[in-house]
């Protein structure tokens, strides 16, 4: 009976004492305020930022390429293995509510003055119950789901940002190429001209001057094309590093296949220049996709439960501990020996810690506000990345424009000046500048377009793209 009203006790006190605020569950407190992306940015419907990658990329070589080293990576496959181990953790965390049982026998020769050696023995089974009166338990477990969710999140991440890098410098390879076709083309024609030049200079047209100026832009174009061919190798090698494999040629698809938006047409109908296509329409809530702002919240919330923890360390700790089994040292030696039974209850309260509780406590709330500084300010880079990511699309598209009507004129030009110089019309000088504007202009574009995709894709992952 005494034992029941004891129990009963310690029940109440611990209902009584809940009132203390350490068992308060986290309520998150991270905003996104309407203006995130900017005064000038006005997004109301969705589209761009819930896509999959797979609906984003629509290459089959890019997705290839891109699944490969989602399963090949070695940063990815260490996140994968946080993610057990938090799980792990946590699933130790939820069995700290069920009590401890060991099995610990004992077995004892003692002699006293050369006399007989008694025997003694227990086998015993050890049972321990640590009574969560205070919450030390619960903010545990609450802190361990927390930062199994942030293992998730920063894993979300990674795979975002993989998604990224592969897929720019799987454009970066097409534009390579692209420019190695350009120069490629462009070494011919010089060389074309360049014979011209010296047959010009044969017959006493021109001075040798000018054969020597067409020659050396000429083998400016082949040290270009060095350089181009060393930048693919270079990429490569990056991507290979990507899919932890030795080095190797990347597959790819040509120039511009990848990035063709289905229900564009025409030549400006490329994805990243598409009006419609840009329309991301994403309200300023939906930031909260991002991995970075989800990892946030999660951090503040590791952190409250963190201060949960540090506040129930000065309320006491209450176990309760038993033990049952045989043994033959209870006063007379019996064979095989008699029952043991033996139950504790023990409470420990802390009175002077040399100040490291309210030390710890300090801390922890210092953490919280912290984390929630912070979290402002990613929102903050969040909305900035977002509206900068936006900006050099709409530069992109309207640059594209301009530059696909250069090289139109510029390729006139060049056609034109040529066969003046051929007539005797023009001077190489003219030719010289018409040929190095249209391969300038040429390249110009290209890389245009580049920087087109490249800007779209930080869109996509600005607004939370890329994690499925």
């Not at 693919?232 to 597959?251: D, F, G, H, M, Y």
């Given at each position: 009976?005494?034992?029941?009203?004891?129990?009963?006790?310690?029940?109440?006190?611990?209902?009584?004492?809940?009132?203390?605020?350490?068992?308060?569950?986290?309520?998150?407190?991270?905003?996104?305020?309407?203006?995130?992306?900017?005064?000038?940015?006005?997004?109301?419907?969705?589209?761009?930022?819930?896509?999959?990658?797979?609906?984003?990329?629509?290459?089959?070589?890019?997705?290839?390429?891109?699944?490969?080293?989602?399963?090949?990576?070695?940063?990815?496959?260490?996140?994968r293995i946080a993610v057990e181990k938090s799980e792990a953790s946590l699933k130790a965390a939820k069995l700290a509510y069920l009590p401890s049982l060991y099995f610990?026998?004992?077995?004892?020769?003692?002699?006293?003055?050369?006399?007989?050696?008694?025997?003694?023995?227990?086998?015993?089974?050890?049972?321990?119950?640590?009574?969560?009166?205070?919450?030390?338990?619960?903010?545990?477990?609450?802190?361990?789901?927390?930062?199994?969710?942030?293992?998730?999140?920063?894993?979300?991440?990674?795979?975002?940002?993989?998604?990224?890098?592969?897929?720019?410098?799987?454009?970066?390879?097409?534009?390579?190429?692209?420019?190695?076709?350009?120069?490629?083309?462009?070494?011919?024609?010089?060389?074309?001209?360049?014979?011209?030049?010296?047959?010009?200079?044969?017959?006493?047209?021109?001075?040798?001057?000018?054969?020597?100026?067409?020659?050396?832009s000429y083998l400016n174009v082949k040290t270009q094309i060095v350089d181009t061919r060393r930048n693919i190798r270079s990429v490569e090698n990056a991507i290979c590093?990507?899919?932890?494999?030795?080095?190797?040629?990347?597959?790819?698809?040509?120039?511009?296949?990848?990035?063709?938006?289905?229900?564009?047409?025409?030549?400006?109908?490329?994805?990243?220049?598409?009006?419609?296509?840009?329309?991301?329409?994403?309200?300023?809530?939906?930031?909260?996709?991002?991995?970075?702002?989800?990892?946030?919240?999660?951090?503040?919330?590791?952190?409250?439960?963190?201060?949960?923890?540090?506040?129930?360390?000065?309320?006491?700790?209450?176990?309760?501990?038993?033990?049952?089994?045989?043994?033959?040292?209870?006063?007379?030696?019996?064979?095989?020996?008699?029952?043991?039974?033996?139950?504790?209850?023990?409470?420990?309260?802390?009175?002077?810690?040399?100040?490291?509780?309210?030390?710890?406590?300090?801390?922890?709330?210092?953490?919280?506000?912290?984390?929630?500084?912070?979290?402002?300010?990613?929102?903050?880079?969040?909305?900035?990345?977002?509206?900068?990511?936006?900006?050099?699309?709409?530069?992109?598209?309207?640059?594209?424009?301009?530059?696909?009507?250069?090289?139109?004129?510029?390729?006139?030009?060049?056609?034109?000046?040529?066969?003046?110089?051929?007539?005797?019309?023009?001077?190489?000088?003219?030719?010289?500048?018409?040929?190095?504007?249209?391969?300038?202009?040429?390249?110009?574009?290209?890389?245009?377009?580049?920087?087109?995709?490249?800007?779209?894709?930080?869109?996509?992952?600005?607004?939370?793209?890329?994690?499925?």
């Amino acid at each position: 009976m005494k034992r029941i009203s004891y129990f009963i006790s310690i029940t109440v006190l611990s209902l009584a004492l809940t009132s203390c605020g350490c068992f308060d569950k986290f309520e998150s407190r991270g905003f996104i305020p309407a203006d995130a992306y900017g005064n000038d940015v006005n997004l109301t419907e969705t589209s761009l930022a819930q896509m999959s990658w797979r609906e984003f990329f629509t290459d089959p070589l890019l997705q290839q390429l891109i699944d490969s080293v989602l399963a090949r990576n070695t940063d990815i496959n260490s996140m994968r293995i946080a993610v057990e181990k938090s799980e792990a953790s946590l699933k130790a965390a939820k069995l700290a509510y069920l009590p401890s049982l060991y099995f610990s026998p004992q077995g004892t020769l003692s002699s006293f003055d050369y006399g007989p050696v008694s025997k003694t023995y227990n086998l015993p089974l050890q049972l321990s119950l640590d009574i969560d009166a205070f919450g030390s338990i619960t903010n545990q477990k609450r802190k361990s789901q927390a930062v199994l969710m942030q293992a998730k999140i920063s894993e979300e991440s990674l795979r975002a940002n993989l998604v990224s890098t592969v897929a720019q410098q799987y454009f970066m390879l097409q534009l390579l190429d692209r420019q190695l076709q350009i120069l490629t083309a462009t070494d011919s024609l010089w060389n074309a001209s360049l014979e011209t030049e010296k047959i010009l200079w044969e017959n006493g047209k021109i001075y040798s001057t000018a054969v020597n100026q067409m020659e050396s832009s000429y083998l400016n174009v082949k040290t270009q094309i060095v350089d181009t061919r060393r930048n693919i190798r270079s990429v490569e090698n990056a991507i290979c590093r990507l899919l932890a494999q030795t080095p190797q040629r990347i597959n790819r698809s040509a120039w511009g296949s990848s990035l063709h938006h289905p229900e564009a047409k025409g030549d400006t109908g490329q994805r990243m220049f598409d009006t419609q296509f840009l329309l991301t329409g994403v309200p300023a809530m939906l930031l909260k996709n991002r991995p970075d702002i989800r990892l946030a919240d999660y951090a503040m919330e590791e952190a409250f439960y963190n201060t949960q923890m540090a506040r129930s360390a000065f309320f006491p700790s209450i176990t309760l501990s038993g033990t049952a089994g045989w043994t033959n040292s209870a006063g007379v030696v019996v064979n095989p020996g008699k029952m043991l039974l033996n139950a504790v209850a023990s409470l420990t309260q802390p009175i002077f810690a040399r100040g490291r509780l309210k030390a710890n406590l300090k801390i922890a709330k210092l953490s919280e506000e912290d984390l929630q500084r912070k979290y402002v300010q990613t929102v903050i880079d969040a909305g900035n990345q977002v509206n900068e990511a936006l900006a050099d699309c709409q530069a992109a598209r309207e640059k594209h424009g301009y530059y696909h009507r250069q090289v139109e004129v510029l390729h006139e030009a060049y056609k034109g000046t040529h066969e003046l110089m051929d007539n005797g019309k023009a001077n190489y000088l003219e030719v010289l500048t018409a040929q190095e504007s249209l391969l300038n202009s040429q390249l110009s574009e290209a890389a245009n377009m580049y920087n087109g995709a490249k800007a779209v894709i930080a869109l996509y992952i600005a607004l939370g793209g890329g994690t499925k």
